[in-house]
Nanobody
Framework: VQLQASGGGLVQTGGSLRLSCAASGGSFSSYAIGWFRQAPGKGREFVAAVSWSGADSAYVDSVKGRFTISRDNAKNTAYLQMNSLKPEDSAVYYC????????????????????WGQGTQVTVSS
């Protein structure tokens, strides 16, 4: 499966962006999808994940109440709505699909994901 992340850009503090992750060439609706981010000089950080049905979601504490993850299985697309953005949210954002279908275990662990999008840059100016 191929994942294409898009929607990044430059925004001022307090602004919003909506990232999209479009899947093609493989199964999408049976797998949890996660968003991760990586800032310069830092490791890859879990941001949010959504279960295969969309019924479950999880967030890193620093984005709770500001970010919302969702998915549309009919469109093979997942989304990350980011509101009240802060300079510390600046990073390259990656979407990824977990290795195993119909599982929610380990959704915060990047090692559990085997397909990754190319990343989209988010820059929040102060």
């Amino acid at each position: 499966v191929q994942l294409q992340a898009s929607g990044g850009g430059l925004v001022q503090t307090g602004g919003s962006l909506r990232l999209s992750c479009a899947a093609s060439g493989g199964s999408f609706s049976s797998y949890a999808i996660g968003w991760f981010r990586q800032a310069p000089g830092k490791g890859r950080e879990f941001v949010a994940a959504v279960s295969w049905s969309g019924a479950d979601s999880a967030y890193v504490d620093s984005v709770k109440g500001r970010f919302t993850i969702s998915r549309d299985n009919a469109k093979n697309t997942a989304y990350l709505q980011m509101n009240s953005l802060k300079p510390e949210d600046s990073a390259v954002y990656y979407c990824a699909r977990v290795h195993s279908s119909y599982t929610w275990l380990g959704h915060t662990d990047p090692g559990r994901y085997d397909y990754w999008g190319q990343g989209t840059q988010v820059t929040v100016s102060s």
